[in-house]
Antibody
Framework: QVQLQESGPGLVKPSETLSLTCTVS????????WTWIRQPAGKGLEWIGR???????NYNPSLKSRVTMSVDTSKNQFSLKLSSVTAADTAVYYC??????????????WGQGTTVTVSS | DIQMTQSPSSVSASVGDRVTITCRAS??????LAWYQQKPGKAPKLLIY???SLQSGVPSRFSGSGSGTDFTLTISSLQPEDFATYYC?????????FGGGTKVEIK
């Protein structure tokens, strides 16, 4: 079955750029939406944005000025970059596969999550 | 943004109890709603989509209902493995938003 695995630095300095990659195994990255969600410790879930396999994106307006998502179909990977990070960006970051059609089928496959701490 | 308000924020229940969690959207979202279960240290798991459709592999004791602005997630007979935090999520409009979560605790 499809599995997702986040990778990237666990520690990022303030004002720098957070970069994460999600590797898709057991299935193709094509024809799905790929989503990033984050969760600060002890808090709820925040949608960061999504990218379709074609490369089209939708971002959360609260983060839009700092977010860039990309997809590499040859590597079956998609990526998140979040610039100018502060301590408020410290969270567990999840990638997920989202299925959307005439209806909404939900975030049906999730990565295990990766903890990113912003600190000098 | 569409605000998703869950209630209660926490509930204490016993094994075998029926548990109902509500989720209210600040504006109509048709059936563009999903429910997730999250256990400590784990990623969320999809339970329900299109407001009332059971995700494959999810036990039938879980059910969802509602449309428009008011939705419910019901666990018909609580099992030990169901103690977790539950989130609703709307996908009717961007940004996608989640409810604040409902923690189901052991009584």
């Amino acid at each position: 079955q499809v599995q997702l695995q986040e990778s990237g630095p666990g520690l990022v300095k303030p004002s720098e750029t957070l970069s994460l990659t999600c590797t898709v195994s057991g299935g193709s990255i094509s024809s799905y939406y790929w989503t990033w969600i984050r969760q600060p410790a002890g808090k709820g879930l925040e949608w960061i944005g999504r990218i379709y396999s074609s490369g089209s994106t939708n971002y959360n307006p609260s983060l839009k000025s700092r977010v860039t998502m990309s997809v590499d179909t040859s590597k079956n990977q998609f990526s998140l970059k979040l610039s100018s990070v502060t301590a408020a960006d410290t969270a567990v970051y999840y990638c997920a596969r989202e299925r959307v059609g005439d209806h909404y089928y939900g975030m049906e496959v999730w990565g295990q999550g990766t903890t990113v701490t912003v600190s000098s | 943004d569409i605000q998703m308000t869950q209630s209660p924020s926490s509930v204490s229940a016993s094994v075998g109890d029926r548990v109902t969690i509500t989720c209210r959207a600040s504006q109509g979202i048709s059936s563009w709603l999903a429910w997730y279960q999250q256990k400590p240290g784990k990623a969320p798991k999809l339970l329900i989509y299109i407001a009332s459709s059971l995700q494959s592999g999810v036990p039938s004791r879980f059910s969802g209902s509602g449309s428009g602005t008011d939705f419910t997630l019901t666990i018909s007979s609580l099992q030990p493995e169901d103690f977790a935090t539950y989130y609703c999520q709307q996908a009717n409009s961007f940004p996608l938003t989640f409810g604040g979560g409902t923690k189901v605790e052991i009584k």
